[in-house]
């Protein structure tokens, strides 16, 4: 568990924070994120080189070995500015399943990825899986020179950027059985590869992947034959942390301009904020903020301590929590702000669109309320 | 959830049912059931054809062009409207300006522009709001000034829903600065046409541009063109809002929206199974069930109160905050039901512009998340949620 936070991990996030305020306003983000591509490549080669990328990646495959902690911080001011580029997938999501499933490949892989030269995504969710890890339908089959690839991917994060993809495959098992699912690199420019590609509606970028017999070679098989899903449901669960502690840094932002609109915005002669029903409302919210901190950095303390069952409650707990809070903070602050809430050219849109779009990332409350059930 | 209906009653379902099924244009339907947007040429073109069945104003007395219809055959008229997937009748003319001329206008006004609404050859919108007055309508600052037989008008107007069709404004503009601020108010009829009028899109959260700000720089406004007397616009502005909410709960629009959620939910699965057999998707779904069936009965027991001449108190206020939650709520399920392709924004297809290609996700897809985003203007627009529990506080308990 994680109650105080060391020095450097107080400086890691101030300096997060100036680097943020200073590159990355509401206006440039805006600007960023309509430009090429969605998002900035001079921003991510000023993140590697900060060593930012490198801090969450573990030592032996050339990274700094930051804890779950030390990346909730980053996430947390990444949520405060809303950075749209590809952190999640190719560092939360991507270098993390590489070091888990194939260590050999990974230190060959991540210190490029560190170094902000190799973009990665992970490509594991489907037109019918929704929410369930297990349920995968994308087919390997054993070719002459390796394996061919048939299947389609849904929504797959920066999916259109990736040099390399990280694919799930059935090479055994049926419909949702836990064995049978493995793992490949595939280049993102691989024939037989077919993109669509899109903005999502919270400024990320996404993309659809058809794969028609998509041939790779042996060497594409990341980790073990077959046994990919534990590897997968770990990692899906540190990136319910992560996207949570976005989500926190999301939400402390939203209260922010909540309250500073509400003290500026006269109505009937008056601030906003002096009328006593607006500020038990924005007590509330930041109540909610508060309670969702607490708690993500306490689940974060424990990701790196236990497994199993205990872990995948964790993550489903502040999973479920930030999908709730994140919803109800983001609804009354457009609320709050009235008519001007709802224009594109205020930020509390964008923050309220981001806190609704992490929970239909990896599960939404729903989702893992009853996942927790499950496991009770 | 039927109301049982009575022979006749059950008789003129069936007779609208009829109608719909026969006139209802199947672009125009496809359109709203996708939730697509509408474009002015499809409103104007079902409104005509509402227009020539006499059926475009059912909040109008018979004789003034109306139907004469009971409040229950205008329920049942707006139900099965929506549940055949018409599109809204849009409100600024025939809901909202109409009434207000008819029961302040002069005669002369009744003669020129009611004639106009009836047939959607003018298209209205509503300019109340502005940037300094939301909720607080009354310290509304544009000003009129008069000059011979002219108002000279200045200032802005803001949120003027669809103002971008639009041939006239219906606005509240101040005369006075002295005295209450409710005092000083009047209401003109501006043609959009006048010079010194410009109109800009506001992009919304969803992405979209419905609403404007518009712009009033020496705008000169015949004195016919003014309701009622000077500075008491305000009385005729709140005689206008009571209408405006009792539409506002939209019970046949929320019943459709419904059946067209249980539609996705049995085809949407997960865990292999449909989310409408996930038993927390599956409590919701019966909870804003319940929801609307309450917010129905409240509705009918309104509307026949109004029917025998009584007035109609605090009620739209109630049925204005159950509405919009009932309204918001679903939509926030509808855009659950779809989980991860909730995200891929795609205006292309769902804008009213033809589009051929195959959507990314569900065919339905496209624009349930941006109706969710979209829909949170519903506490807001039409005297805000808050604004409504301050005028029940004060009309019903008295605090």
């Known amino acids: ?376 | 959830m039927d109301v049982v209906l009575s022979p006749e009653e059950e008789a003129f379902r069936q007779e609208v049912r009829a109608f719909l099924a026969e006139k209802l244009p199947a672009d125009i339907a496809e359109k709203t059931g996708n939730g697509f947007r509408i474009s002015k040429q499809d409103h104007v073109r079902w409104q005509k054809i509402l227009h020539e069945k006499g059926w475009i104003a059912p909040n109008w007395p018979a004789e003034l062009g109306g139907t004469g219809w009971t409040p229950m055959q205008k329920h049942i008229f707006d139900e099965e409207c929506a549940l055949a997937g018409a599109p809204m009748v849009i409100p600024f003319g025939v809901t909202m300006v109409a009434p207000v001329i008819m029961k302040f206008g002069n005669e002369a006004q009744k003669e020129r522009f009611l004639p106009r609404i009836l047939s959607s050859d003018d298209w209205w919108c509503q300019g109340y709001s502005e940037p300094g007055s939301g909720s607080d309508l009354a310290s509304l600052r544009t000003k009129a000034v008069l000059d011979g037989d002219h108002y000279v008008v200045n200032g802005q107007k803001t949120w003027t829903t669809l103002a971008q069709h639009a041939d006239w404004m219906f606005t509240l503009v101040r005369t006075q600065d002295t005295g209450k601020p409710q005092e000083g108010i009047t209401f003109l009829l501006i043609d959009m046409k006048s010079p010194g009028i410009s109109v800009h899109p506001i992009t919304t959260l969803d992405g979209s541009a419905e609403i404007n700000s518009v712009f009033l720089e020496d705008v000169r406004v015949p004195v016919e063109n003014r309701i009622g007397e000077e500075g008491k616009g305000w009385t005729y502005a709140k005689y206008l809002l009571g209408h405006e909410r009792t539409s506002i709960a939209a019970v046949g629009r929320s019943k459709a929206q419904l059946r067209k959620l249980k539609g996705i939910a049995k085809v949407e699965l997960a865990g292999g199974k449909p989310i409408i057999e996930d038993p927390d998707y599956a409590r919701r779904l019966a909870q804003i069930e319940i929801d609307l069936l309450s917010l129905e009965s409240l509705v009918l027991r309104t509307l026949y109160a109004e029917s025998e001449g009584k007035p109609v108190g605090a009620e739209p206020s109630f049925l204005k905050i159950k509405g919009t939650q009932i309204q918001q709520g679903l939509t926030e399920l509808l855009m659950e039901a779809i989980g991860p392709y909730a995200a891929p924004y795609q205006p292309e297809a769902f804008r009213d512009e033809g589009w051929n290609e195959e959507p990314v996700g569900p065919d339905y897809g496209p624009a349930l998340a941006p109706l969710y985003f979209n829909w949170r203007k519903a506490s807001i627009y039409g005297g805000s949620n808050e604004i409504q529990k301050n005028i029940l506080a004060k009309m019903v308990l008295g605090l």
């Not at chain 1, 001079?42 to 032996?60: N, R």
């Not at chain 1, 990736?162 to 799930?168: E, F, G, K, N, P």
């Not at chain 1, 540190?238 to 909540?258: H, I, K, S, Y």
């Not at chain 1, 990896?362 to 009770?376: D, E, P, Q, T, Y």
Request: aromatic share 6%; with cysteine; hydrophobic share 45%.
């Open chain 1, 1 to 376: 568990m994680s109650f105080t936070f060391t020095d450097d991990q107080r400086q890691l996030a101030d300096s997060i924070a100036r680097f943020l305020a200073d590159k990355y306003g509401f206006e440039q983000r805006n600007k960023i994120r309509k430009g090429d591509g969605g998002w900035s490549r001079e921003i991510w080669a000023e993140f590697a080189a900060l060593g930012w990328l490198a801090l969450p990646i573990a030592e032996e495959h050339g990274g700094l070995g930051g804890t779950t902690v030390d990346l909730a911080l980053m996430m947390e001011q990444f949520g405060k500015a809303l950075v749209v580029e590809p952190f999640v997938a190719t560092i939360v999501l991507g270098a993390e399943i590489v070091a888990k499933a194939d260590p050999a490949r990974a230190a060959e892989i991540l210190p490029q990825v560190a170094a902000g030269e190799h973009l990665l995504a992970f490509a594991h969710s489907e037109p019918n899986s929704r929410y369930d890890l297990p349920r995968v339908s994308t087919m390997a089959t054993q070719g002459d020179e390796g394996w061919i690839l048939d299947g389609h991917k849904a929504v797959v994060l920066h999916g259109d950027s990736a040099d390399t993809l990280i694919v799930s495959a059935r090479t055994g098992g049926r419909d949702d059985e836990r064995d049978g699912i493995t793992l490949f690199l595939v280049p993102g420019d691989a024939e037989g590869l077919t993109k669509k590609t899109y903005p999502t509606i919270d400024g990320m970028r996404g993309a659809d992947l058809e794969f028609d017999g998509v041939r790779v070679g042996p060497d594409a098989v990341l980790g073990e034959m077959g046994h990919a899903l534990d590897i997968v449901e770990g990692v899906a669960d540190r990136a319910c942390v992560a996207l949570a502690a976005e989500g926190v840094g999301a939400m402390q932002a939203t209260v922010d301009l909540t309250t500073d609109y509400l003290k500026t915005r006269t109505q009937f002669g008056k601030p906003l904020g002096s009328f006593q029903v607006l500020q038990h409302r924005a007590v509330d919210m930041l109540s909610e903020t508060r309670f969702a901190h607490a708690l993500c950095y306490r689940t974060a303390g424990l990701m790196d301590t236990v497994g199993g069952v205990e872990r995948a409650r964790a993550a489903s707990i502040i999973k479920a929590e930030i999908g709730r809070a994140g919803k109800m903070v983001g609804e009354e602050a457009v609320q709050l702000h009235g008519g001007m809430g709802m224009t594109d050219e205020m930020a509390v849109g964008h923050y309220f669109k981001r806190l609704r779009l992490i929970d239909v990332t990896f599960g939404n409350a729903g989702h893992h309320l009853s996942r927790i059930v499950g496991m009770a």
